[in-house]
């Protein structure tokens, strides 16, 4: 079957108007941003111009559909070597770059950006003898053409970005180079190996399922975004290269003053934004490409996963292992073993041969189950989806050799492969989703395998036709976006599922954006050394890229783990944004008491840490929600201008006051520990430790090196066996004082998407202590949740010397004052309160 030919059907098939609608609007703003550029001479473009466009591209806003969002006003356009360039400025301080790979640029849709409101900008362009000068109130751009050239300076006149003489070059697929500032540092990327600091490195931006574990090889989540930090580290851009296909980054690695950035295939489509700090870069990302939602607090708890629990008896079991052991644990995985001839969507009917009641089980004792859900259709006439997704056309991934949907072999044998990127597809995907899972009781979905990887070769064939937004593109071109897709379709199912929910979609392939949609583990690790060392490395490397959620199989998944090994994984695993252990088949056990007694209560003392810091940690993944700011922070995110920061890539803050140290080597039981400015108190010890410098630090098992910064009020509650387990009545402030004292605890009911209209708590602590006087006041910020809490308990930490007096809101209060602590309590009123203590 012809592809244009599946494609009118598909419109045909499309009931649904809306579809249709969008269809036109496309082809119709196609024609409308083609005249615009064409329209967009050299010439002084006068604000009158400007503001009719804006009234356009107003009406385009208002269309809801979620892969058009309304595009940037294009304000420059040229040709260059025969190919259409047009520069828009999406706002006072971010440009867009577009060049068309064959001639006039194609229809403008994204798969990343879904940033819809551009505020009105006002521009002024000017034509010079050999250039055009634009400027904003924050920039100025100079562009010159023929050939193409662009540089940026702030309105002080410093250089942000220039291109040299020559940006644009054209052979197989589009060149585009700028020139590197002397130390200037890159970060972000995604799943890419070493570097940390990507500066030196060249990469090839390809999604792979590699079993390797190369610490140079790529990875599952590849994400052509980066931050560029200045020298000294005030300052920084970020750009993003929207463009799924395959790209290759030379980050000063031939020439070390230039980066060059090679498109396989496509058109170029360049964001830069030049915005302040890196702060500000990472939170014009997720403003651009979407922010995670935040995940139901069932989702921060231990998670416990394995290849598989063949059976319901032994998932039976390992959940009263856990209870039996008083082990804390949230959440258990059913890998593909539970699935009938790991045909999607299906049970085993002898081994899991009754879902729901197994599910209610679990439930009652407070465990969610997620199950792993696979892209590969099996081909198998007297299966269900196989037969329905078969007779609909385009339904699945095609080969245009043959004319049939393309035939790869994973798991099930022979399959086919889903095209994701078809609204259809994904609604169907995601009502089976519900059927079959959701509606049985699963609770969150895993989805795996979707680079995609096939057992053939290495590489997904490229040849291999997708819908891509009517545009029948061969999917080496959008290969970046299969695991993207898939996790809408998982996404969106569960949205409409279960509408009031929030979601909890686990991926391991995922693109620009893939955090609206999704957490993402770093796949298939190893129960080695090295490979934890990875992927402490990956985790914080994905956290600049705008994917907070993240984390690695505890004790690593292929090969056998060692008890000494899931100790220290387990260590610093807990401070992990997702906690979860899981290992391969054929290893051995990997349970926290598959190691003996000491590791099991090193085990069992970290996870009940994680549980206690769990008001903590919401907190910190509320404000990832909010601005982009990772979970797990690399020290150059908090210290950016503290250059001993800028490389470090084995040590990381959770939130910006706890800062782990993990011990990465066999036999360690003490490390070097790098302190960047300020006090640092020991987790464990109390002892402090002033900063910048580095120190070594006793680390014996079962106490790694873990501090807080001095200022900080940590949140902390009791633990739990689950989320849920009791009603709290009381939080601990674990305050660890210094002039000033700052802190925020956010709370809501954890499960329901009630937060967006305004039902949460949100509490600021706000305070200092000088050597007679100590002062901390809670104060509510946002009352619309009432947590079960009916007192706060502070904790001092590091007091010497006897409190004299005690107040609370001006009333003497009592206080008990032991081993340099000093605690008062406080009931919770809902409303300010100051404590002071006078010693
Ligand atoms: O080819 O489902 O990364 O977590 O246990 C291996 C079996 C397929 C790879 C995943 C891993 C999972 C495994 N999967």
């Known amino acids: 079957m012809n592809t244009c030919y599946v494609f009118a059907t598909q419109l045909i098939r499309a009931r649904r108007s809306l579809q249709i609608t969008v269809a036109v609007l496309l082809s119709g703003w196609a024609i409308l941003s083609t005249s615009l550029g064409m329209g967009s001479t050299l010439t002084t473009t006068s604000k009158i111009a400007s503001s009719i466009r804006e009234s356009q591209l107003l009406t385009q806003n208002e269309e809801p559909e979620e892969t058009m969002p309304n595009k940037p006003l294009e304000i420059w356009s040229a040709i260059e070597d025969g190919h259409r360039v047009t520069l828009s400025l999406a706002d006072a301080h971010t440009l867009r770059l577009r060049v068309g790979a064959h001639g006039e640029l194609g229809k403008d849709v994204s798969y990343a950006v879904i940033r819809k409101r551009w505020p009105k900008t006002d521009y002024k362009l000017t034509q010079e003898t050999d250039h055009v000068r634009i400027e904003t109130s924050a920039l100025e751009i100079i562009v010159r053409s023929q050939p193409f050239a662009l540089r940026v300076h702030d309105r002080k ?16 697929g589009i060149t585009v180079t700028h020139k590197l500032e ?39 989540c590849q994400i052509p975004f980066a931050i560029h930090l200045n020298a000294a580290g005030t300052r920084a851009w970020g750009m993003f290269i929207d463009n799924p296909g395959r790209q290759t980054w030379d980050l000063g690695f031939t020439n070390p003053d230039t980066a060059s950035y090679h498109l396989a295939t496509g058109d170029l489509d360049l964001w830069l934004w030049f915005n302040g700090d890196i702060r500000e870069t990472l939170r014009d990302w997720v403003e651009l490409t979407g922010r995670m939602e935040r995940p139901p607090l069932w989702g921060l708890g231990n998670q416990q996963s394995r290849w598989s629990y063949p059976t319901e008896k032994r998932v039976r079991e390992i959940a009263a292992e856990f209870r039996r052991r008083r082990i804390p644990c949230d959440v258990l995985y059913l890998d593909i073993d539970y699935m009938n001839g790991y045909r999607v969507f299906t049970w085993h009917p002898q081994n899991f041969p009754n879902p729901e009641a197994l599910l209610r089980d679990l439930h009652r004792d407070g465990f969610r189950v997620v199950t792993i859900v696979d892209p590969g259709v099996k081909i198998d006439p007297d299966y269900p989806v196989y ?40 609604e169907r995907w995601g009502e089976l989703q519900d059927q079959t899972l959701v509606a049985k009781g699963v609770d ?68 620009a954006g893939v955090q609206r ?16 060392i990875l992927d402490l490395q990956l985790n914080l490397s994905m956290g600049l890229s705008g994917i907070a959620f993240v984390g690695c199989d505890i004790g690593g998944f292929a090969f056998d783990c060692t008890p000494e090994l899931y100790a220290r994984w387990i260590e610093w695993g807990v ?4 906690c979860r252990t899981h290992s391969a088949k054929g290893t051995r056990d990997q349970e926290p008491w598959s190691f003996g007694s000491e590791v099991e209560n090193i085990a069992r003392k970290m996870i009940e840490l994680r549980m206690q810091l769990l008001p903590y940690l919401y907190t910190v993944f509320v404000t990832a929600a909010e601005t982009g700011a990772p979970i797990n922070r690399p020290l150059v995110y908090e210290f950016p201008s503290d250059t001993n920061c800028r490389t470090i890539a084995d040590q990381f803050l959770v939130g910006d006051a706890i800062l782990v140290a993990p011990v990465l080597f066999s036999g360690a039981d003490r490390r070097m520990v790098y302190f960047p400015a300020g006090k640092w108190v020991h987790w464990w010890t109390g002892a402090t430790f002033t900063g910048p410098d580095y120190q070594i630090v006793e680390a014996p098992l079962g106490q790694p090196a873990v501090f ?94 006897k409190p004299q007096q005690v107040s609370v809101d001006g009333k003497s209060a009592p206080v008990l004052w032991h081993n340099e602590l000093c605690e008062v309590v406080v009931p919770d009123s809902g409303k300010m309160t100051t404590v002071e203590i006078q010693f």
């Open 387 to 426: 037969k329905e997704f078969a007779q609909q056309p385009g339904f699945f991934c095609m080969d245009p050799a043959t004319s049939q949907p393309f035939v790869g072999r994973v798991w099930p044998g022979e399959t086919h492969f889903p095209d994701f990127t078809r609204p259809n597809v994904r």
């Open 157 to 172: 006149g410093r250089v942000l970005f220039q291109s040299g003489k020559r940006a644009l070059s054209f052979g197989s």
């Open 182 to 220: 002397q130390k200037e540092s890159i970060y972000g990327m995604g799943e890419v190996g070493e570097l940390f600091d990507r500066r030196g490195g060249k990469y090839t931006l390809y999604n792979t399922d590699d079993f390797s574990r190369n610490v140079r090889q790529n990875f599952y």
């Open 708 to 801: 807080v910064r001095a200022g900080s009020v940590i949140p902390m509650q009791e633990s739990q066996q689950y989320v849920g387990e009791k009603q709290i009545h009381e939080t601990a402030l674990e305050v660890f004082p210094a002039t000033e004292i700052h802190g925020l605890l956010v709370e809501d009911d954890g499960v329901s998407r009630a937060y967006l209209d305004g039902k949460e708590r949100r509490t600021v602590f706000e305070g200092g202590m000088d050597e007679k006087h100590f002062r901390l006041t809670l104060r509510p910020e946002k009352t619309g949740y009432m947590p079960a809490r009916k007192q706060w308990r502070i904790r001092v930490h590091g007091v010497s010397q």
């Open 517 to 532: 949609y999704a957490l993402m583990w770093t796949g298939d690790n190893q129960s080695t050394w090295a490979s934890m």
């Open 575 to 578: 401070f992990q944004p997702f």
């Open 444 to 511: 969150g979905i895993w989805n795996d395998m979707n680079e995609p990887h096939t057992f053939d070769a290495k590489e997904f064939p490229g040849h291999v036709l997708q819908y891509d937004f009517g545009r029948n593109r061969p999917h080496s071109e959008i290969h970046q976006i299969y695991g993207l897709t898939m996790a809408q379709a998982s996404w969106e199912g569960f949205r409409r599922a279960r509408p009031d929910d929030r979601p909890f979609i686990i991926t391991r392939s995922g693109w």
